[in-house]
């Protein structure tokens, strides 16, 4: 009934739209872009353009939102609120925390995704200004957006990099600040869910006043939050949202049905690991006798507890990998994190002079301090697989001072020499993986604005320093983890073996032997020793300089012709500072240390192999400095061609053009010389605004944009993993057989390009009175040299190398010094002592994505009361991935849902009261991409569609008070299963529900705001 009643109000919504929002106090039509006739047009901000200055004549499609409409639908963030604009899907950040991987990128930051594709195709902006990234990866953490005096945000959905640069492809977000305000405001709310917990508080205040007669203003504004997070043991699942613990098992049938071993793929939410229990379960390795106990197999007895063995329960098979359902398997993931827990505080200031009649100064700048932390899994060691030449656990000894004795006396009696325990370290036990991360933002923007004649011009300067110092709080030294577990009895008293050796002493005193027998059987002392919390803070510098003069150079007969000339000059710098091993670089000396690989599951390197890391999670080694440097000219001009002629009102031409020269400096592998990657791009863009009459406006744009590669993907230090699993598709050698290991190098890649997008919007926008509006446009976007990672281990990317010859673009993923050939020679030489496979970025793939956006807006009075209705749609039947020798795969209704709604409304009851509605809507979602031609188990395909209501009630006693109360999640929705394909077993679990659903439940905010 509950759902029934919000869909019946998301339909009624979805004929009307709420009142357009305000732009510098103008009534703007939030799509169209439009200002009401009596406004000052001169002082409206047109994104995406420097030449437009009154929004109706915009041909790029703009969605505004003022930061009232934001806050009225969900006080929280700004951040928060725009996750439910129907332009954004696949955000990152909120609801779900990542994990950190190398290069020390913060998964937990709040990140926007124009369309999905790709938060680093669309640009952000503050007023204007480039926002430089936080992350190594390019991404923008909007949590740094100064929200105490923002005014409105813009939503730009066409490319426009001609305009603004690298990165516009998708669109722009334009943060807008209020720049004139007067008086002073406060706001503080509290908020905690119906189960009591997830408790948030903000505090915020600004001030702004005129100085010097009229000549000056000062404004500043400081706020604070914090937000106690949630994880997904604290609370029952099953009781209060469904267990969130679903997973996608089968195989998909690849070879068709009625294959071999076809198991369609279908979701559970108790699938587990048969390898691996919290408790620890015997594993027998390859080559080792059998041994039992009173004829129980000591292999698959598990210490379910501590100390103390039972015959492990098996589950039902799911035709698989290692995973059954139900039993006694474990499972790696008990607190991944749900809403990131993070306090922030921002402070904001802005002060601006007439130095003179034609000459404006301004400067602002904020300081942001954001804390967050996320985690994210157990750390576990599964059982060894057969065919693997690296145990995939513990490798023990009978000998373990630890294994009980009638365990140990079968073992040693029947020739045992060495066993795996599949083990997970819970929760209870050691603390799960994850990492705490505290950003300092300095941002400074500076510059003169005039007037010289007719023209304008301005100047500016921005300059940034970010500081994400994280800490990885369970990496464990992987070194003492194997010290640690490899224990005998001295006297009768459990003790390190590396310590009975003198040769291997002093390389781990202090080591603490570690109980792995039992879900809580390891000391806490032991737990510590193994630690090794590592450091590490990535510094991100920026320095921006650039420059516009815009005018009108002459008039034709329907208007002056404007033209804005810009450059600009900015430099991008970044480095990593550790006091992390080199890890994954530099490999340990298993058998120098005393760690032998007959003992332990330390592997030693060499040839053939690449050994075992430093560090056994989250180590991030240290960066060395890497820079990119950009050069950037543009021109755009708007070109008036009819006015005031039958069916063409007004028509103009807009066009853009920019020339960019980039030039990166840095290395992959540590210790090897700097190189130096050069490369430009031109981009254009012409757009056409005709308005046909009062009522009707037609506009269309077409442009050419581009994304420069980020220090990322130029730049991630190189690191080398051995593969357990994989076969050199060349020679057929296998991994595990005749000594043959695979190395796998993961890094950036100098050599990458620019990729380039080509976007098409038309639209028509249809306003018969000033009380209703309705948009609709249309999109087309392309995007080709895509960068994606690509592994060249794969058995596709092998083969398009070894039949081109060694042509083909994947031949750079490997090295082989005998060469890529299907020659007899080649195929029948392994090259095992030098091959190794690389995975990096590459311009391999094409984006395609298509579709139409809706707003409709509408305000009346009901009772003399004013009355708001806004919809918001966006239909996104395609977003295809296109690369050759890999299989198309079509992310809309996969990870995108193709259609996503808003409504929303809002009513002035009385003078004092108000009431508004927010509703959205996402249609149903695919767990496995349909054009791979994999099976399905019925009911096990789709996700349901799903529906939240927010509403907020705010009663203002007098005018410079406003007291609110509002709920998110009215009907307390749960989220439906989702796993998708690539969450697969339980190892690699997300969260079993979609990211921008809600997990969090019925959720309650009480405020007041005051505004003097």
């Known amino acids: 009934m509950k759902q029934l009643f919000a869909t019946t109000l998301m339909a009624g919504a979805s004929l009307f739209a709420i009142q357009p929002a305000q732009a510098q106090g103008a009534p703007a039509s939030a799509q169209a872009g439009e200002a009401s006739a009596d406004a000052d047009a001169e002082t409206i901000v047109v994104t995406g353009s420097r030449v437009i200055t009154n929004g109706n004549n915009s041909p790029t499609p703009i969605t505004m939102v003022t930061t009232e409409a934001l806050t009225q639908a969900k006080p929280t963030t700004v951040f928060e609120a725009l996750l439910e604009q129907p ?11 990542g994990s950190t991987g190398q290069g020390g990128n913060n998964n937990s930051a709040a990140v926007l995704n124009l369309r999905g594709l790709g938060a680093t195709r669309g640009l952000v902006l503050l007023d204007g200004h480039r926002v430089p990234p936080q992350n190594l990866d390019g991404t923008v953490d909007l949590n740094q957006i100064p929200q105490m005096l923002l005014q409105r945000v813009d939503l730009q959905t066409g490319g426009s990099s001609a305009v603004y640069g690298s990165d516009a492809i998708t669109g722009v977000v334009n943060f807008i600040i209020d720049r004139k305000f007067n008086g002073l405001k406060l706001n503080t709310q509290v908020g905690i869910s119906q189960y009591a917990d997830e408790p948030t508080v903000n505090i915020g205040g600004a001030w702004g006043k005129e100085l010097f007669d009229g000549r000056g203003h000062f404004e500043a504004s400081l706020d604070y939050r914090y937000d106690a997070g949630l994880f997904r043991t604290d609370r029952d699942y099953v009781q209060k949202l469904g267990a969130p613990g679903w997973t996608l098992q089968g195989n998909g049938c690849p070879g068709g049905t009625g294959s071999a071993n076809c198991a369609p793929y279908f979701i559970t939410n108790t699938a587990v690991d048969s390898l691996g229990t919290f408790g620890g379960k015997i594993n027998q390795i390859t080559g080792q006798p059998a041994a039992s106990i009173n004829g129980v197999s000591v292999y698959g007895l598990d210490f379910t507890q501590n100390g103390a063995a039972t015959p492990f329960v098996n589950g039902s098979s799911v035709g698989f990998g290692t995973n059954q359902l139900g039993g006694g398997g474990g499972w790696n993931n008990e607190q991944v994190t749900l809403a990131t827990p993070q306090k922030f505080l921002q402070a904001f200031g802005r002060f601006d002079f007439d130095v003179s009649d034609n000459v404006h100064f301004y ?7 954001i804390k967050q932390y996320s985690s994210f899994l157990n750390l576990r060691a599964n059982g060894a697989s057969a065919s693997s030449a690296l145990a995939q656990g513990f490798r023990l000894t009978p000998d373990n ?15 045992v020499t060495a066993f795996n325990l599949g083990k997970y370290f819970s929760a209870a036990q050691a603390p799960v993986s994850s990492t705490s991360y505290t950003n300092q933002n300095f941002y400074v923007d500076a510059g003169f604005e005039g007037k010289l004649a007719d023209w304008n011009w301005n100047v500016s300067y921005v300059g940034t320093r970010v500081s994400q110092a994280n800490r990885s709080n369970q990496t464990w030294s992987t070194a003492r983890l194997f010290a640690a577990l490899d224990t005998v009895k001295v006297n009768g008293t459990p003790t390190c073996w590396v310590l009975t050796q003198a040769q291997y002493a002093a390389n781990f005193a202090g080591c603490v032997p570690l109980n792995p027998f039992g879900p809580t059987s390891a000391s806490q002392a032991a737990i510590d020793y193994v630690r090794q919390p590592t450091y590490y803070e990535g510094i991100t510098s920026t320095y921006d300089f650039s420059g516009a003069i815009t005018g009108s150079p002459f008039e034709t007969w329907a208007g002056p012709v404007k033209m804005a000339l810009s450059g600009e000059y900015r430099k991008i710098g970044y480095e990593l500072r550790s006091d992390a091993p080199p890890a994954n670089i530099s490999a340990l000396d298993c058998n120098a240390l005393g760690l032998l690989p007959s003992r332990t599951s330390c592997v030693q390197q060499s040839a053939t192999n690449i050994g075992t890391t430093g560090t056994y999670a989250n180590g991030t080694a240290a960066r060395s400095p890497v820079s990119q440097n950009v050069a950037e000219g543009a021109i755009e001009v708007d070109v008036p061609l009819l006015k005031d002629v039958p069916l063409a009102q007004d028509v103009h031409i807009n066009a853009a053009a920019r020339y960019a020269d980039y030039n990166s400096k840095g290395n992959v592998i540590a210790g090897t010389p700097y190189t130096t990657a050069k490369f430009h791009a031109t981009t254009w863009k012409v757009g056409l605004d005709w308005h046909v009459n009062d009522m009707i ?14 220090l990322s993907e130029l730049y991630t230090p190189g690191r080398s993993q051995g593969l357990t699993t994989g076969t050199d598709f060349l020679t057929n050698s296998v991994v595990g057989t005749g000594g043959y290991t695979l190395t796998q190098q993961i890094g950036g890649n100098p050599n990458l390009k620019p990729e380039v997008g080509n976007t098409t919007t038309a639209g028509i926008v249809f306003k018969p009175s000033p009380r209703f509006s309705l948009a609709v446009d249309a999109y087309f976007i392309r995007i080709k040299d895509a960068i994606v990672f690509v592994d060249g281990s794969l058995v596709q990317f092998q083969n398009a190398c070894y039949d081109s010859g060694g042509t083909s673009p994947y031949c750079a993923l490997q090295v082989r010094p005998g060469g890529f050939s299907r020659t007899p020679a080649n195929q029948a030489s392994t090259n095992a002592a030098t091959l190794f496979f690389t995975n990096a970025p590459i311009n391999a793939a094409t984006l395609r994505t298509s579709g139409f956006d809706v707003e409709m807006n509408y305000k009346t009075d009901i009772g003399g009361h004013a009355l708001g209705l806004r919809f918001l749609g966006t239909y996104q039947p395609t977003l295809r991935t296109l690369q050759p020798s890999a299989v198309t795969t079509d992310a809309a209704g996969v990870s995108v849902p193709k259609v996503r709604l808003q409504g929303m409304i809002n009513y002035n009851v009385s003078d004092e009261f108000r009431i508004d509605w927010t509703t959205r809507w996402r249609s149903k979602l695919a767990n496995v991409d349909p054009l791979l031609g994999l099976q399905t188990a019925p009911g096990s395909l789709y996700v349901d569609p799903v529906t939240y209501s927010n509403v907020n009630f705010s009663y203002k006693p007098k005018p410079s008070l406003e007291l609110f109360f509002n709920v998110q999640n009215v009907f307390n929705q749960k989220p439906p299963p989702y796993a998708p394909q690539v969450t697969g077993a339980p190892g690699s679990l997300s969260v079993g529900f979609y ?18």
Do not use: E
Request: charged fraction near 25%.
């Open 87 to 97: 332009l954004i899907a696949a955000a990152r950040g909120g609801k779900t925390a």
């Open 363 to 369: 400067v602002m700048g904020f300081y942001d301090r």
């Open 401 to 415: 001072a630890f294994l009980p004795d009638n365990i140990a006396a079968a073992m040693k009696g029947a020739g």
């Open 697 to 710: 406006t037609i506009r269309a744009t077409r442009s050419k944009d581009f994304r420069a590669p980020n």
């Open 995 to 1012: 990211p921008s659903d809600d997990a969090i439940g019925r959720y309650f905010i009480l405020g007041a705001r005051m505004k003097l």
